[in-house]
């Protein structure tokens, strides 16, 4: 189903051409529009509800519990329509699926990096709001990867990424003849320095626009690149993909868990007996 409109209050939406009945609460959000099909592989069942350029949807279930997934393509301003569109035909949750360049040594190729919250040097979410607003993750979305990754036996790290415009100088890569710019060396060595742990190029406006409209947003991305031991390998793609797909499951038994106990957010005491 096409949209005719730019109208934000259409049924159909007009970049993602998906409505209400077309997409679940919890959204899973990778780049590339192949990596849909890899992770509806992991799911009971679903269906492609929608395609229209760099945005791939399709909805079914986890171990039962509803899901959506939806391509954003690459980069802040796609993945801002994204969450917008989505968020208008009533998705709440979010969760980044992709992969990422680690800066620490400790980070190993193929394994998994948990986002806490995301250092804001892209462009889009400044669109929105004041740069030293943070683009900080949604505790029980935090917690839910956690517990999957635990639970899936896989290597993970915790901590705060580093979202950009730029793969190539923004990350402090050389461009086309080995152009530099200005100040590539001190950037990630002050990155290094203050502890973060990888690039991508997604994350911040994700988690920045979630927190200005009260919705649910992480991000959890396999390591291809280490930027300190010089390893690339894209090895391990499906492990976020999985880990993301299992989160969302824990987190509806988190929401379950939040309405039965009659509390206002989901906390460690809900899962102790005490």
């Known amino acids: 189903m096409t949209s005719d409109s730019e109208d934000p209050n259409d049924d159909v939406q ?16 990778p780049g590339n529009p192949e990596r849909v099909e890899k992770v509806v592989d992991y799911w009971d069942d679903h269906d492609i509800v929608a395609e229209h350029r760099e945005y791939r949807t399709a909805t079914g279930t986890h171990d ?28 709440d949750s979010f969760i980044r699926v992709g992969s990422c360049g680690a800066i620490q040594e400790e980070a190993s190729i193929g394994d998994l990096v948990i986002t806490t919250g995301a250092v804001r040097q892209e462009g889009t979410s400044k669109e929105y709001v004041r740069e030293d607003y943070p683009a900080s993750a949604d505790h029980r979305i935090v917690s839910a990867l956690v517990a999957a990754a635990e639970e899936l ?6 901590g705060v990424t580093c979202s950009t415009d730029s793969f190539y100088a923004g990350q402090s ?38 927190n200005l409209y ?43 868990a939040v309405e039965e106990a009659d509390a206002d957010s989901w906390h460690a005491g809900l899962s102790i007996d005490r």
């Not at 690459?74 to 998705?91: D, K, Q, T, Y």
């Open 64 to 91: 039962g519990t509803p899901i959506s997934v939806t391509s954003t393509g690459i980069g802040g301003p796609s993945a801002a329509i994204a969450l917008e569109e989505l968020a208008r035909v009533g998705a």
């Open 214 to 256: 009260g919705l649910r947003a992480g991000a959890v991305c396999t390591v291809y690149a280490n930027r300190v031991t010089g390893e690339f390998r894209t090895e391990g793609e499906r492990k976020a993909a999985k880990c993301a797909s299992l989160a969302v499951s824990y987190l509806a038994e988190m929401d379950a």
């Open 173 to 210: 890569r050389p461009g086309f003849k080995d152009f530099e710019a200005s100040g590539s060396d001190e950037r990630i060595a002050a990155l290094q320095e203050a502890g973060v742990l990888n690039f991508e190029m997604e994350a911040a406006t994700i988690l920045t626009l979630a």
């Open 153 to 158: 036996g896989y290597d993970y790290h915790l």
């Open 14 to 29: 007009y970049h993602l051409e998906v409505s209400e009945a077309d997409v679940a609460d919890s959204v899973l959000l």
